[in-house]
């Protein structure tokens, strides 16, 4: 069995640097999968409920609809989808029918982030001026891989082992 504590080859780094490049492919994908199905309902909902309503027979849609705060519930009444814009922020969060989180895009001032999770943040891509940043972590919430690109463009590749120690980091 390998020792975990000696330094990989540069064959190893590449392997799981590609590993890891096709894991965030297919992150992102879902990523935009969920944004896109999440305003799809959004929008779905809201032309629906206008459309099913018969007390607007006659009358033309609606053109636009304005709330700082949409809450998207199931039948029980628990909130699964929710949209805000609360000060200078935008949020959208989705959550699972037992209230844990699964994906949520918030936009800010200084720049944007995507969590996926399954109730804890599995996969975190962050923007901002000075970097961009894909984070994955285990199950246990410990950050596995890092990679991101900051201002300079300079890249930079770390993995880790379950207890946080680094095992790989680039440059």
Do not use: C, Y
Request: proline share 6%.
């Amino acid at each position: 069995m390998p020792d975990p504590a000696a330094p990989l080859s540069n064959a190893e780094l590449a392997r799981r640097l590609d590993a890891l490049e096709r894991r965030v492919v297919r992150w992102r994908r879902t990523a935009v999968a969920t944004a896109a199905a999440g305003g799809i309902a959004a929008a779905a909902l809201l032309a629906g409920g206008a459309a099913a309503d018969r007390s607007n027979a006659g009358r033309p849609p609606v053109d636009e609809i304005q709330v700082r705060r949409l809450a998207v519930v199931d039948e029980r009444g628990a909130t699964r989808i929710l949209l805000t814009s609360e000060g200078q922020d935008a949020f959208i969060g989705m959550t699972d029918a037992q209230g844990a989180t699964r994906a949520m895009l918030q936009a800010h001032p200084a720049g944007a982030r995507l969590v996926m999770g399954d109730g804890r943040p599995r996969l975190v891509l962050a923007a901002d001026p000075t970097a961009v940043v894909a984070t994955m972590s285990g199950p246990d919430g410990t950050a596995r891989a890092i990679f991101g690109i900051g201002s300079t463009g300079r890249e930079t590749l770390v993995l880790t082992r379950p207890d946080g120690s680094a095992s790989a980091t680039l440059p």
